[in-house]
T-cell receptor
Framework: AQKITQTQPGMFVQEKEAVTLDCTYDTSDQSYGLFWYKQPSSGEMIFLIYQGSYDEQNATEGRYSLNFQKARKSANLVISASQLGDSAMYFCAMRPTGANSKLTFGKGITLSVRP | DTEVTQTPKHLVMGMTNKKSLKCEQHMGHRAMYWYKQKAKKPPELMFVYSYEKLSINESVPSRFSPECPNSSLLNLHLHALQPEDSALYLC??????????????FGPGTRLTVT
């Protein structure tokens, strides 16, 4: 079974600053994928970034980067140059590679960007 | 184009009504999913369709009935729902069924209220 832990209850960041959202995970699988999703108040889950467990480089997608520390089982999301539109709930998720595996979500972190 | 569409956006129904939620994707994805999400909680998987066949039913009550008419469409038929079924219903798709390295793309959701 997989478990995702997101313990930060709510995060605040000043516009244009960087922020790190924490995610730790637990799994016995050797091969897996890690994902971050953003969910604004409108409800849509927006895929942000993916990291494979065997990827040696940290994933980056525009202003998003994933700080992957496999030995510590952490996959923190870094958002650089925060914008007001980044205010949303952020979910970390993981799924083992291979058929019939399910996406396991953390409980989410609320990020508020202050002007 | 990474768009998953869902209709209707909002739905209010009585406990004796029958209604359907619709989901569509034109990305050629072979896996489609239904999730239920309560406020401030992560999505919970309900059903998975793999190559148009139901592959996972997460012990969902029979008042929810999924249907996959073709590879682009996914329906969720609702009948005799309870007020506790009020939630955001999210549809998602991915390129291959439940393969960990492929991200799921979510639709905007249907906000369902059962009165």
């Amino acid at each position: 079974a997989q478990k995702i832990t997101q313990t930060q209850p709510g995060m605040f960041v000043q516009e244009k600053e960087a922020v790190t959202l924490d995610c730790t995970y637990d799994t016995s699988d050797q091969s897996y994928g890690l994902f971050w999703y953003k969910q604004p108040s409108s409800g849509e889950m927006i895929f942000l970034i993916y990291q494979g467990s065997y990827d040696e480089q940290n994933a980056t997608e525009g202003r998003y980067s994933l700080n992957f520390q496999k030995a510590r089982k952490s996959a923190n999301l870094v958002i650089s140059a925060s914008q007001l539109g980044d205010s949303a709930m952020y979910f970390c998720a993981m799924r083992p590679t291979g058929a019939n595996s399910k996406l396991t979500f953390g409980k989410g972190i609320t990020l508020s960007v202050r002007p | 184009d990474t768009e998953v569409t869902q209709t209707p956006k909002h739905l209010v129904m009585g406990m004796t009504n029958k209604k359907s939620l619709k989901c569509e994707q034109h990305m050629g994805h072979r896996a489609m999913y239904w999730y239920k999400q309560k406020a401030k909680k992560p999505p919970e998987l309900m059903f998975v369709y793999s190559y148009e066949k139901l592959s996972i039913n997460e012990s969902v009550p029979s008042r929810f009935s999924p249907e996959c008419p073709n590879s682009s469409l996914l329906n969720l038929h609702l009948h005799a729902l309870q007020p506790e079924d009020s939630a955001l219903y999210l549809c998602a798709s991915s390129q291959y069924p439940l393969a960990g390295e492929y991200e799921q793309y979510f639709g905007p959701g249907t906000r369902l209220t059962v009165t």
